[in-house]
Every structure is written in C-alpha cells, then in structure tokens.
C-alpha cells in the first residue's frame, strides 16, 4: 500500500484542504468531493476506483482524480503480536522504517497508541525508543494510516487514540496537529477531541503552543515520574531545560474544560522512585494542580537495568496517593512480554 509519487495522499489532509485540492483538479466545485471523502475516510474505501464507482460522472473526470489522488495507508503492515488481548502492530513505511502502534483492550473498547517519530531525541532513560537517536518525524498521513489500517482494514473498534507510541509529540508538533486535525474532522474519520490524548514529556514551549489552539477537550498527559529535579534530570534529560517548577507553572496556566483534568504518567521503578518519600513529593507536586495519577509498573527494556516494583511496594505508595485524595488510575502493564508495554516500542526501528 504505497502511494503513487507526486499524488496527494488524503490520509494526510482534512476534508476543507481536500476539497481545495479537488477543485484545482477538477477544475470545478463538485458535488462529489464530500461523498467521495466520506467513502474514503469514513468508510475505508481506499481503492479510488470503488470509491468513485456509483457516481455517473465522465471518465475523464475520475481519470483527474485517479492521476492526483492516493487514498491508500502510506504504511503496510507486516507483522502483529497478540499477548493477553493487547496486539502489537508493527508497521513499514515506504523508506523501509518500521513503526509501531499498540491496540490495548479496555473495558467496553480499544485504545489505539500511536507513534509520531521513528526514534526520539529526548533519551528517557527507561525507555526503549530513547535507546535510539531521532531517525524522523513521521508525516500527518503516517500517523493517520496508523489509526486508519487498524480501524478500516483490521475492523478493531477504537474509541480512543493515545500519542504514546515512539517519539516525542511535541517535537512533531505541525504533523501531529495535522493529524489531529484529520482524525477528528467531521466528515471523516470523526474521532472526538476528547478521545485523542497527546502524552509528552515535558516540552514547555510546545505544551504553551498547544494552549494557543485552545482545544479544551483535547486530552494532555505529561510523563512525570520523578518529583525532584535531580531524579528526574537523571531519568528524562529534558528535566534539564524544563525543571519541575517551570513545569508546575505551565501545567497550572494549561486550559482545560469542565472536569477536565491533565493526566500525569508516573512510571513506578523499583529502589529508584517507589519510597514513600517519593510519594510525599508527588502529593505535592499534584497539589494545586487538575491532575489524575497515571500509575504504571515499570516495564523491562534492553537501555537499563532498572526493575519492576514488587507488588507491596506499589501498593503502598498507591494507598498513600489515595489517602492524600489523589485521583490515581491503576494500570496493570499490558502487552509487555511482546514489548508491547509502555517504554518498550522501537527495538525494530
Ligand atoms: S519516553 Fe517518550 S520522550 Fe522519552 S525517550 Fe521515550 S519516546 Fe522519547
């Protein structure tokens, strides 16, 4: 599935900037580019010449369309794990790369994580990804094809998306955006804002930027896992050029919609940040703050030797949160044994 050179791929753009392209290829206001946008990206008909196959136009003018536009994923898939309902999905784009995305199995529904960069420059010291320098930032289509070749072609149900994948979001912010933009466009693929969290960790002039959209509804996690500097310089670089207290200021003045709250990823690693010390500071780094602790087991990767908390020990510094009313989400780690879990995306980059 690779789109043909010089096309436009429609994964990449949104209904409006479609219909712009449609118009200069058509030379004319059509009354077919919204149905034909639909069928494409709402009801997975990439093969253009199904798509366009009931409208009574002149083959001349589906020729111009068949000769602009590629509507096909610009990633083909090549292998899937499954471990415990999770399924790991990797991915080749068109210059060979490969790249991941994880559909997790909720409750009622599926959680598609995807990626926005082959490889990261930020270097979080738990995480597989950052074991490898930043390769590129992938296209809006590329992310987009993730979300659509797992909806459309693999028929998951997915409800919500997660910019948890490889790679920093905010150090992809135009093609990130973009894809925002694409998955949540009405005639499209219709994916609400309130269903797309962008997880980051820590890009102060980014998060600020992202504040300019004023997209209320549009979901922010920060990857914390570390209440001072000095821990958190050690086990996410970024720390250094955004300190914790800047940090607590930006996320104070972040725009949010009623009971919204910013979701704040702390990965628990046994003897580094799991004291009940630890847990005091993260109380109060909470405090003042719309925030709900995401509490994540660390998972094993090949960049440290850092290990997994022992059960009591998470419970503890759970009990603490709670009893301190944090409002703390508990993650049993899915899909780890295919390193599927978080911080273990990017060994086949
Ligand atoms: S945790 Fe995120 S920001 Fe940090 S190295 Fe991994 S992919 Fe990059």
């Not at 704040?264 to 009940?276: A, E, M, P, Q």
Request: positive net charge; hydrophobic residues 40%.
């Amino acid at each position: 599935m690779q789109s043909q050179p010089d096309s436009i791929s429609v994964l990449g753009i949104t209904y409006t900037e479609f219909l712009e392209h449609f118009i200069r290829v058509t030379g004319k206001k059509d009354h077919y580019a919204r149905p034909l946008y639909r069928q494409i990206m709402a009801k997975g008909i990439y093969d253009l010449k199904k798509a366009t196959a009931e409208f009574s136009s002149s083959n001349g003018f589906k020729e111009k369309i068949f000769n602009s536009f590629d509507a096909a994923p610009l990633l083909s898939c090549e292998q899937e794990w499954i471990s415990e309902n999770t399924k790991k999905i990797v991915f080749t784009a068109s210059d060979g790369r490969k790249i991941e995305s994880v559909l997790v199995p909720m409750k009622t529904y599926k959680t598609l994580c995807v990626s926005s960069q082959i490889g990261c420059v930020r270097k979080c010291i738990f995480c597989e990804t950052g074991r490898n320098k930043l390769i590129r930032n992938l296209s809006a289509g590329e992310i987009v094809s993730q979300m659509y070749y797992v909806k459309h072609i693999l028929k998951e149900p997915v409800r919500n998306i997660v910019f948890m994948g490889m790679g920093e979001p905010l150090d992809n912010f135009d093609a990130v955006i973009q894809s925002i933009r694409v998955l949540n466009d009405r005639f499209g693929l219709s994916l609400p804002m309130g269903h797309i969290t962008v997880s980051t960790a820590g890009i102060i002039n980014k998060i600020n930027e992202l504040r300019t959209l004023n997209w209320k509804k549009l979901r922010l996690a920060v990857s914390l896992n570390a209440c001072t500097d000095e821990l958190r310089n050690r086990l996410m670089p970024v720390n250094k050029t955004y300190p914790l207290a800047d940090l607590k200021a930006c996320l104070k003045e972040y725009p949010l919609h009623q009971n919204g709250v910013i979701l704040l990823g702390y990965v628990l690693i046994k003897g580094i940040n799991d004291s009940l010390n630890d847990a005091e500071r993260l109380v109060s780094f909470c405090r003042g703050l719309k925030v709900r602790v995401n509490l994540i087991p660390y998972n094993p990767c090949s960049s440290s030797d850092f290990q997994i908390p022992d059960p009591l020990g998470y419970n503890v510094f759970y009990e603490y949160l709670i009893q301190n009313k944090i409002h703390v989400i508990t993650r049993r780690s899915k899909g780890s044994s295919i390193m599927a879990g978080c911080g273990q995306l990017g060994k086949n980059a």
